[in-house]
């Protein structure tokens, strides 16, 4: 069985995947764009695909953009995409804490503006978005003024992530009744030309080594993002294709959900990688070999067009 | 041999353990004061020692203040103390970087006024301490000027921790050649009335997670600030005792350099998690078991006015 995966994904081999399937999975970033270019060819593939009858779904673990913030991005770069094929960590997390968590009370976020829209567009009350300067000594400190309604931290990408948003963040988290949510772990945001700032994961992992407890992470790997989108439009895994630049999320994601999972050399992972893991003996590094890999989305193309 | 260790220090015990040291270590929060509150006793008892011919060493993982800001609050709350008596590490860092590193440059310094006067002092150039606003967009961050003297990030404790200067230390870590130093792991900070605050551990953990990279840890239980006492006074590890009230920290260190260990019960840890250490099958925690425990360091005075 595992010598069957990790299989470049010949034109022949394509047809039979595309054949195997109702619904196609995008990872964004790495894979249909690198920051602000589209990768030559992707908006073809997404666009044949849905002529072709298949369901087209764009999942990212970036918290930084609301549902339309992501289709009007995709739209400008040539993708057919509206709002409701847009599964982002913001918007999803606030279906976690509103469906799973069944939050009655404000959350605490770190985190952007578009995640605030995102909250209140569920019904769901953030405090906490912008710059929180310090200000008085440690006792000040541990003895902040908080906001008694609040009922969970959630925390995403927040550029004005500082010491006291961190001291408000654990203030809050002393209390084992509070809940606590975190967008994803990924420890960088690549960006063109090889650069890389730091990642919700630095983020995350501050607050959790602070609070002493461990976030439900939303994104991917988690399950629940790929659920968000299947109970909302009645998805077979076994039916769905993950198509991702990352081993660690899009294809541990993939494995994790029981979909079929094609790693495009785009972005982060490299096949090397992938072959790697599918020689260790370690069960979660299995999880981290795709089914097929690819150099780009757009090699899918000649398959769709024939 | 286990099963003689964490035992009772009472005052018949309390002499032959004294006579078989030369030098006390002694950690400072939670074991000698907390916060600005002297721990009753504990400066009879450093005092006491000290006239007694014993050597007194003041060692602590906190960055933010002076080898003289601890002397001069030393001796506001009673305690004979000099600078060179007092190893905290902002001072220790700077010796790490100065003697082991043997740093031909600048340090990216997130940390303290202090921890820049203790690097000044041993000649080194601190870049970025102080707050360091956010502006401009993701591509902008990435593409951060940078000194190109900066040779080393150091991460201690900073206030004005912030996205921006992780995103620095990420910078300037994304090169290999960039030496990466930690002045302590403590997640949390104690203070007075059970209350807590985000300690260094949560700031070195974000850098790291970012860098992908471990920093080299220099406080406790880093053996280093043992060998930098050790070295500066000819100390003989067997005959000296570390006082400490953290298991992960102060006893730990005690364990690694083959000291003689007690822990005082006015701070952090428990005799309840000493005795779960030393049920436990693990070499790891088996090194968080102290010799001995005490209620209070004062419970010592005893055993040295008799």
Known sequence: MASSKCTRLTEALSRPLLDSVDSVLFDCDGVLWRGDQAIPGASEVINSLKKSGKQVFFVTNNSSKTRQMYADKLGKLGFDASKDEVFGTGYCSAMYLKNV??????????????????????????????????????????????????????????????????????????????????????ATLPLEGGKTIPGTGCILRSVETAAQRQAQVVGKPSNFIFEC????????????LMVGDRLDTDIMLGSNCGLKTLLALTGVSTVAEAEANQKSECPQRQKMVPDYYIESVADILPALQA
Request: with cysteine; charged share 20%.
């Open 101 to 186: 968590c069944k939050l009655d009370g404000k959350v605490y976020l770190i985190g952007s503006n578009a995640m605030r829209q995102e909250l209140e567009y569920v019904g769901i009350q953030p405090v906490g978005v912008g710059p929180d300067p310090i200000s008085g000594v440690q006792k000040d400190w541990a003895n902040i003024p908080l906001d008694n309604e609040v009922r969970a931290v959630l925390v995403g990408f927040d550029e004005h992530f500082s010491y006291m948003k961190l001291n408000r963040a654990l203030q809050y988290l002393c209390n084992p009744d509070c809940q606590f949510v975190g967008t994803n772990m990924d």
């Open 229 to 240: 989108v299947a109970s909302q439009f009645g998805l077979n895994p076994e039916r769905c």
